[in-house]
């Protein structure tokens, strides 16, 4: 047995049985090594972003890590952007990044680079694997590592003579640690404030945006008067009919400020305090209200919803969550505007869906759209890291295939990771992707005016237009195999929808809407 196969056997083992690649020569022997454990899936994205992406939304839904494997530094580089929104959204993930083989490294060659500081970035776990009878022992301490609550990226360097030399043994997993208790007397004083008369709020996050946290953190609200935000990108937030529908703290800071606008005390339970996107001048960073309290109730590596459940019993023992009642928007006819595409998904939304969801501005009316749909889960763009809603569809797919997965996906962050199409066919996944196709970054227009800079000339506007010339994404669709059409109009879009839900594999349609700025 060599380190590779070792390696790999060591991860199946572990529970980690997928592995989204983009190999290169310092990774061949773990590439060969795939056929000899046929449990460990492998699947082909061909860019790093498209890999990390899929990870993470593999993750997310399959509650377990998935694997990749990189080329070198400069492969792990080009995954960077999605690892970050992995990151922020506590994903459990193994990366396996291929290096030089030890002896080589010396010489300097073209793709050498520092691995291990690029790597370390991520506020991870990192070690570098020194020989083939050490590497199955590495990789079980990167999937108990990638487990540890909340979940973390583990990173796992693979230099080349490691993975083919000789002498490989699989490792035992290890455990993982369990979230920790909530900190002492936390719950009391929560309890004690929302029993105090003054204006409270409660933000959840992570695991709290789960059914059992969403209903603890209902039931406080109903008893006690406090209101109850979720946090503005959450890794996986569950919605829908029978569910309790708790609204998201707004992305722009004039929203969070009216949300909480009276507020005194502000309760956290799994999800940081708010602080503004970007900053703006003139205007404040943090967006707690002044004079209010901020209260951790348990952080994002204690166990939330035992937190929130046991205040639950403390404060509301009697008191049934409000839930979101069967409701759907009227289909709506004419050409498409920002609002009537959002009803058509809401219309139409399938029991059990996976919404991954990159809509940017044009997907700001699709939560009062989808409120009373059938029960689904809608996954964010935790990093704000565009690039994310393609990959991360692909990967929810592969870990729900008898789940369908919708991808509410803006124009222009498509074009960074594209080429997920090419895996979602590949790989014959039931992922429909809808295109908000606006011609615009729109979301760079609002920033512009936002920020305060003095130009609205060409050739700033310039900048912000996708319309010279006019991308085609029925053709690049078709071009790696995904089926697509194009919607002007409201009927169209829903004639086209649920012409793809009913069919099986992946199917985009690009859907012409206007800028909503």
Do not use: H
């Given at each position: 047995m060599n380190g590779a196969q070792s390696l790999i056997r060591t991860l199946v083992d572990a529970g980690v049985d997928v592995c989204f690649t983009n190999p290169g020569t310092s990774e061949m022997h773990f590439v060969a090594a795939l056929d000899t454990v046929p449990e460990m899936r492998g699947v082909l994205g061909l860019a790093e972003g498209v890999v990390t992406g899929a990870a993470d939304g593999y993750a997310r839904i399959a509650d377990r890590p998935a694997a990749t494997l990189l080329h070198l530094g400069p492969g792990l580089a080009n995954g960077m952007a999605n690892l970050h929104n992995a990151r922020r959204a506590h994903t459990p993930m193994v990366n396996i990044v291929g290096d030089h083989a030890t002896y080589h490294k010396q010489y300097d060659a073209l793709l050498e680079s520092d691995i291990d500081a690029v790597a370390g970035t991520l506020n991870g776990w990192v070690r570098r694997s020194g020989s083939a009878a050490e590497v199955g022992a590495d990789a079980a301490a990167a999937a108990a590592a990638a487990r540890e609550a909340p979940g973390r990226i583990a990173t796992?360097?693979?230099?080349?003579?490691?993975?083919?030399?000789?002498?490989?043994?699989?490792?035992?997993?290890?455990?993982?640690?369990?979230?920790?208790?909530?900190?002492?007397?936390?719950?009391?004083?929560?309890?004690?404030?929302?029993?105090?008369?003054?204006?409270?709020?409660?933000?959840?996050?992570?695991?709290?945006?789960?059914?059992?946290?969403?209903?603890?953190?209902a039931a406080i609200g109903a008893a006690t008067g406090a209101k109850v935000f979720a946090e503005t990108f959450p890794r996986r937030i569950e919605r829908g009919a029978g569910l309790p529908n708790v609204e998201r703290l707004g992305y722009l800071a004039e929203q969070v400020t009216y949300q909480l606008d009276g507020v005194k005390h502000l309760?956290?339970?799994?999800?940081?305090?708010?602080?503004?996107?970007?900053?703006?001048?003139?205007?404040?960073?943090?967006?707690?209200?002044?004079g209010a309290a901020v209260h951790p109730l348990a952080g994002v590596e204690q166990d939330v919803v035992a937190a929130l459940t046991e205040l639950a019993a403390k404060v509301a023992p009697d008191t049934e969550p409000p839930l979101a009642q069967a409701q759907r928007p009227e289909l709506p006819s004419g050409e498409l505007t920002p609002q009537n595409w959002a009803d058509v998904i809401g219309a139409l939304l399938p029991e059990g869906a996976i919404i991954s969801d990159e809509a940017n501005t044009s997907g700001l009316l699709v939560p009062a759209a989808t409120a009373g749909a059938p029960r689904h889960d809608v996954l964010t763009l935790t990093g704000g890291a565009i690039g994310q809603g393609m990959p991360v569809a692909t990967g929810a797919a592969v870990a729900a295939p008898d789940r369908p997965v919708i991808n509410l996906q803006a124009d222009g962050s498509a074009l960074y990771t594209v080429s997920a199409l090419w895996t979602q066919a590949r790989e014959n996944l039931n992922v429909t992707t809808v295109l908000l196709n606006n011609r615009a970054y729109a979301i760079l227009r609002m920033e512009l005016q936002r920020v305060g800079a003095e130009s609205s000339g060409?050739?700033?506007?310039?900048?912000?237009?996708?319309?010279?010339?006019?991308?085609?994404?029925?053709?690049?669709?078709?071009?790696?195999?995904?089926?697509?059409s194009r919607a002007g109009t409201a009927e169209e879009l829903a004639e086209q929808f649920s012409r793809a839900l009913a069919e099986p594999g992946p199917h985009l349609i690009d859907a012409l809407v206007p800028p909503l700025l």
């Open positions: 796992l360097i693979l230099p080349a003579d490691v993975s083919w030399g000789e002498g490989g043994q699989v490792g035992t997993p290890a455990p993982s640690g369990r979230p920790g208790a909530a900190a002492d007397g936390a719950v009391a004083s929560a309890a004690e404030l929302l029993r105090g008369g003054e204006p409270v709020a409660l933000l959840i996050g992570g695991q709290a945006c789960r059914e059992d946290g969403l209903r603890a953190a309760v956290l339970a799994g999800a940081r305090s708010p602080v503004s996107f970007f900053a703006y001048p003139g205007k404040a960073s943090d967006l707690v209200p002044e060409p050739k700033a506007n310039e900048l912000f237009d996708l319309s010279r010339p006019d991308l085609d994404f029925v053709r690049i669709a078709e071009g790696m195999g995904v089926p697509a």
